[in-house]
């Protein structure tokens, strides 16, 4: 309980001192964050850092309060305590908790994106792949329906969707090919901070292994900085420079990817990697 | 004829002029005048039940009765038609309530009162055009939700308006839209330009006229100042395009207006003529003038 | 020239003088007066006059003659009327726990203080014709005294009293008066009631039905139910007080709810909460269920997607005269919307036409 104590005492002053030294160029902050459900904890306490082009896990198991953090800092869901802030395109520090609702989707559509684990919630099933795409280039202005559709038909390559696809429903697609269409609705106006829920989680293991590695591609590529919530630690290997763990709402350790993995610190997290890295 | 006109006198006196009573005038007025400020955006306001039903021009008929004065000129078109079933009501209704004079012509009205048409006959500076509004919303049918809508609106969230148009053009070739086509007021909001079928939305650009629509179910009012840009929404390389059939009237020879379709006989042969009686009555006054 | 779009005007004079032949039936039988509908339909007058939102009982009987019996009719006449009365003041809030009782039961409690009073209701009567009826000029006697003079306090006072049911503090703010502003949403619990209660008896007893199918589920129990004359008391400036303006009769109903708790209360019951112009209990019980289902928000309880959750869907189609109207609104001529529909099909389907040559 002691050595538990400390290390989180640790890790808020790893936390602070980063915080000082990237304070100039961070691209996103969440200090303090708590959620309650009713009596239960969503999650407590809880703050992150991300720079820009970087890649941060946040892994536990279910009901651990990953996914309730990421809606928490995405602003889809209020939080009761903590800030969330955003440096933006013109380095004006934004404070979710404090700026307006317009202005939070304005930020939401242009400089965010939100992958969701069932592509299903994240797609609209009843429009063309081509229009799915299309959206998110039309809501800021672009009015051409010849490019829109190039660009659209670009996209669907770069996720290795058959082009002669363009006008079918999402609902034709396969579980993985839906899943590589919302990445593309979500990557085509290129926004800095890619938010993703499980985005192999309904998938069988082939298929994960391909939008793993898309995944892994388009992020370097175009210098994306993500945040992803995963069960599954062969996947924060592959993708996260740096992970956060969590157990009971609680950051329980964090540090670099390979760090954590490698010699975690917590009994929990020495409990997770033991269990998965074995394969 | 005397006696009966005499009772529909005792009648009006029971109620105010123009049925409404002037305090609910001055909100209806004042959501007006907001709307005006703010071309193209919804104003809410405290529609109240009216003796026709909802979605029978209770939104028009509001507007128009907090507008109407003793010495206005009214006409109240239907579908272009003056004398369809429900600008019949509409027209009877006011005579009675505001006994104002009404007329058919466009050109001598002051206020026009219009379901689902714009008058063929270019409107002019001072008069005004009530339209009836079914749904205000041009987004509805895309998100139902009203607390979704207004803030699409107050961001300009407008991609899903086009997606619509996107997907009609990758289907069809074309964007499907025929009528209630939405246009974007002033560059900013879209707006619904109620029911009226595609043809008639170039006349909305630049109009002279003072253009007021009224959704009285849906509790909302919003306006078009004179001389206010426009625009149907399409792409840059799929324009708007006004429509009709490609026809001539069968009564005045016309073939610049709008044309109903009408069966003649049993084994289905068409004919058509236009959907504004006003326009055609005129145009075959001038025809025979000329053939004098 | 084609004639059979033109002579509106006429056809309308036309088909109202036949309606109102109609209206009347057949002559040989007497007509019915106000005072027969206002006295042996009351349960048809309470429910226009709510719905209409304007209590008289006169207008109502007149609405429902005129309207054939048609009670939505009936309702959309007392609103349109409604609408050129002016508003002059607004009253003193009821105070329901003064209601004279003709009715007041309770589910909860066995025994309450001031007893449980069954009154004049349909419950536990067999639902048989009674061909009794069919005999004119029957005047049966009731032998109980009709109304209760006891104290009737509210039977959810006393789980008040415990701190067990949740105690609906006063936010000090006017009720929203919706006949008067527009709702905007989300809106204030004011509103929702005053929409519910002027809403479709239909409507709200299927939305309430649904709560207690699982769509949306409260576990609802009726902690009382009562029927009663309040009087209705206006504020006079000129005098500096208080008087007694009219006698109404009210249906409200409360019922009891579970609550889980949250992070700063512990479990608790709630309230949904009904109240109706004149005896109109299937509503008020609906308008508490729905009430309560409303809530989900402010008691930080889950939305489960059910319509009778959801306060938009709810409040803006529970109003019989805005949807009626809509719905009814698609007989009118619709001849230029269509035919703009028409030129469209044709062109899509000539362009068909031609790809598919090619």
Known sequence: MFRHRLLQRTNQIKFKKRRLIMKQNFLFQASNISKYYGQNIGCKNVSLDINPGEVLGIVGESGSGKSTLLNCIYGNLEVDEGDIFLNDKSKTILNFTKISEPKLRLIQRSDLAFVHQNPRDGLRMNISAGGNIGERLMAIGHRNYGEIREIAANWLEKVEIDVSRIDDKPSTFSGGMQQRLQIARNLVTRPRLIFMDEPTGGLDVSVQAKILDLLRNLVRELGIAAVIVTHDLAVVRLLADRIIVMQNGNVIEAGLCDQVLDDPQHKYSQLLVSSVLQV | MNEMSKNENLDIQIYNFAYLDENTKRMIRRALLKALCIPGYQVPFSSREMPMPYGWGTGGIQVTSACLIPKDILKVIDQGADDTTNAVSIRKFFQKTANVAVTEKTSDASLIQTRHRIPETKLKEKQILVYQVPIPEPLRFLEPRETETRKMHALSEYGLMYVKLYEDIAKHGHIETAYAYPVKTNGNYVTDPSPIPKFDNPKMNNSPAIQLFGAGREQRIYAIPPYTNVKSLDFEDYPFEAMKANFKCSICGSSDSYLDEIIVSDDGKRSYICSDTDYCKEQTKLNSKKED | ?358
């Not at chain 3, 009726?222 to 009769?249: H, K, M, S, T, W």
């Open chain 3, 1 to 358: 020239m084609y004639v059979a779009v033109k002579g509106g005007e006429v056809a309308i004079d036309n088909a109202h003088s036949w309606m109102s032949e109609i209206r009347r039936g057949d002559t040989s039988i007497p007509n019915i007066s106000l005072d027969q509908i206002s006295e042996q339909l009351t349960l048809g007058v309470d429910r226009v006059m709510s719905e209409g939102s304007l209590y008289d009982k006169d207008l109502a009987a007149l609405a429902i003659k005129q309207s054939r019996g048609d009670l939505i009719e009936a309702i959309f006449l007392l609103r349109a009327y409604r609408t050129t009365l002016t508003r002059f003041s607004y009253s003193k809030p009821v105070n329901t726990a003064n209601m004279t009782c003709l009715r007041r039961i309770s589910a909860t409690f066995k025994d309450i203080p001031g007893g449980q009073k069954l009154g004049p209701t349909f419950d536990y009567t067999h639902r048989l014709l009674d061909f009794k009826l069919l005999a004119e000029n029957e005047a049966p006697i009731s032998p109980k005294k009709k109304y209760n003079e006891n104290k009737m306090p509210h039977v959810l006072s006393f789980l008040n009293q415990e701190d067990l049911m949740q105690n609906e503090k006063d936010n000090n703010l006017d009720p929203i008066d919706i006949t008067r502003e527009p709702i905007s949403y989300p809106t204030s619990r004011s509103a929702r009631l005053q929409a519910l209660s002027r809403g479709d008896e239909g409507f709200l007893l299927g939305l309430a039905y649904s709560t207690q199918r699982g769509y949306a589920r409260n576990h609802a129990f009726v902690g009382e139910l009562r029927i009663g004359i309040v009087d209705i008391e206006l504020y006079i400036p000129e005098l500096g007080f208080e008087i007694n303006v009219a006698e109404i009769i009210l249906t409200e109903c409360e019922t009891v709810n579970q609550f889980q708790g949250s992070k700063i209360e512990p479990p608790q019951f709630t309230r949904g909460y009904g109240l109706v112009f004149g005896q109109t209990e299937r509503k008020a019980l609906a308008m508490a269920l729905i009430d309560r289902a409303l809530r989900w928000k402010e008691l930080g309880e889950d939305y489960s997607g059910a319509p009778a959750q959801d306060e938009e869907f709810v409040i803006s189609h529970c109003d019989n005269i805005q949807a009626t109207g809509f719905l009814e609104h698609i007989k009118l001529p619709h001849y230029v919307d269509f035919q703009s529909e028409l030129e469209l099909i044709r062109k899509i389907r000539a362009d068909a036409k031609v790809n598919m040559k090619r």
